[in-house]
Every structure is written in structure tokens, then in C-alpha cells.
């Protein structure tokens, strides 16, 4: 059965270990095009921070951001489809990782907050989460407390950014005071110095059955498309279900194992225009 649909993660996937697409992955994702193949990218950026990436790949269909929280139309920026996380679950989580000594982030639907982010405590900012900042077209809010904030519901993931170690711990008492209620995951941040895995690790909570796959499957049932007829290709934590449910799902040659281990095809790395292998192997499905 052809290919209809195919999804791609961008960072290590998409996007090379400095986060630039190559003209070789250009050139795929317009094979892509050419066969009339449905492309959508899927990330755990919001559409802000990733937006310059959009009009690097001339993107104007939908989009996955958030890691499956919100689905936009890039030519407007809309959204199409959206789960935040019931605020008083926000104010769980913010509890459970602030009692850890963590500077609180939570990401906001920017098409109807004022900022990207809330940041709740008064801790300073991690290198990572300073330089993500400084490089991106994002805007904060500091806040020393819920006690300050007006209103919670355009939450739509909450997270924090540390040690991987040091979130581990916190990851296992976010499922332990939370329970089926979110979805949880700790993986290696992007930095300055490296644009894949470091020893940063970033901890993401989601509202319940949130995931890039999730979002993806919603899409294909309106749309009729059959899981068989779905391609998608990733690296991180994130991209697990997506990579295991999908019809043919790719693992990069740089992808965590646990990825690789579900995937029914490997591909070359990132770096070595895996990106390009993986369209490659959907056409001749």
C-alpha cells in the first residue's frame, strides 16, 4: 500500500547536529511533494521555536508542535487541534517539581496567551534554558508563584530543565503523585554547545494521551488514511509511539535506542542525510 501520509521529527531528524536543514533534505521533502505525499512535521517545539524552520522548508500545511499538544495550520498560524492540561493538574505539577528546587516552565498556546512561557520560582535560569531564550523569537514571563498567576488554561506542557539524573528522580515522583492523570518523559535538551543529546536533560509533562502519534492518528482518521499509509521518521523519547504505530516507522542511525528498537527500518544518522534515506525508503514502499 503507498505512502499518503509522512511524518518527521525535526531535531536529529530534520535538522543536521546544527540544527540547519541540508539542500539534500530540501530536495526530499519536494520528491515528497512531487508524489502528492502529505508532509507534516512533528516536534516538541512550540510553533514559535521552530517557525524560522517552517520557511526554511517553504511548510504550509499542518504541523505537530509540542509534542502532540498543539496542531497548527502554518500559513495562518491557527490551530486546529488542542489539548492543554487542566489547570488544576498545573498546579500539581508545578508543586511536585518546584519541592524539587526547579525553576518551573510552563508552555503556553501562544494564540491565546501573552507570552510563550510561564516561569514559575525564582530560581535562575538553567545555560540551556537562557541561550533557548536568547536565540529564539519567544517571550517569558517570570513569576515567583501560582499565587500570581491569573489563569492556567492555555497550559500545554509543563516541564523543567536540569541534570538528566536530577530529573530522573523528579520524572518518578511526577508518575507517582500524578498517575495516569499525565504524561510524562525526561530526555536530553538541546544547548548551546550541541544541538542533540547532551547531559541537560529536559523533563516534559503532558496532558493524558498526548502524543505526536495521537495527534497524527486524529489527522489520518479525518483525512481517511489508513495506518499503512503512514510514514514517520525520529530520534528522541518522543518519538516512540509515533515510530512504533506508524505503518512504516524509522529509527535515525543517531536515534535512542528504545526508538530503534520499535522501528522497522534504521536510516542513516542525522548527519549522514538520514532524513533523505528515510523519504527515500517511503517512496519505494
Avoid at 23 to 48: D, H, N, Y
Wanted: hydrophobic share 45%; proline share 4%.
Amino acid at each position: 500500500m503507498p505512502i499518503r501520509m509522512f511524518v518527521a521529527d525535526l531535531d536529529g531528524t530534520l535538522l543536521d547536529e546544527c540544527g540547519e536543514v541540508s539542500a539534500v533534505s530540501l530536495g526530499a521533502i519536494e520528491r515528497l511533494r512531487g508524489r502528492g505525499i502529505q508532509f507534516i512535521p512533528a516536534t516538541g517545539r512550540s510553533l514559535p521555536e521552530c517557525q524560522h524552520v517552517m520557511e526554511k522548508i517553504g511548510h504550509v500545511g499542518l504541523m505537530i508542535a509540542a509534542g502532540g499538544a498543539l496542531v497548527h495550520e502554518t500559513r495562518r498560524g491557527s490551530v486546529v487541534l488542542r489539548r492543554p492540561i487542566e489547570a488544576s493538574l498545573v498546579a500539581r505539577l508545578v508543586e511536585v517539581v518546584s519541592r524539587h528546587g526547579h525553576l518551573v516552565h510552563l508552555l503556553q498556546d501562544h494564540t491565546e496567551s501573552p507570552h510563550d512561557y510561564l516561569m514559575i520560582g525564582e530560581q535562575p535560569f538553567d545555560p540551556a534554558t537562557a541561550w533557548w531564550f536568547d536565540t529564539l523569537p519567544v517571550t517569558f514571563q517570570r513569576i515567583g508563584s501560582l499565587l500570581e498567576v491569573d489563569a492556567l488554561h492555555h497550559t500545554v506542557r509543563v516541564g523543567t530543565v536540569a541534570l538528566g539524573d536530577e530529573l530522573g528522580v523528579v520524572a518518578q515522583d511526577v508518575s507517582t503523585s500524578l498517575g495516569d492523570a499525565i504524561t510524562v518523559q525526561h530526555w536530553p535538551a538541546l544547548t548551546a554547545e550541541k544541538a542533540t543529546a547532551t547531559k541537560t536533560h529536559l523533563l516534559e509533562t503532558f496532558a493524558a494521551g498526548v502524543s505526536k502519534w495521537t495527534s497524527i492518528a486524529a489527522l489520518a482518521a479525518l483525512e481517511g488514511i489508513c495506518r499503512a499509509e503512514i510514514a514517520a521518521v525520529g530520534d528522541g523519547l518522543n518519538d516512540f509511539e509515533l515510530i512504533r504505530e506508524a505503518g512504516l516507522g524509522m529509527a535515525m542511525g543517531n536515534a535512542d535506542p528504545r526508538i530503534a528498537a520499535v522501528a522497522r527500518v534504521r536510516v542513516a544518522a542525522n548527519s549522514a542525510e538520514g532524513f533523505a534515506e528515510a523519504v527515500d525508503r517511503a517512496l519505494d514502499a
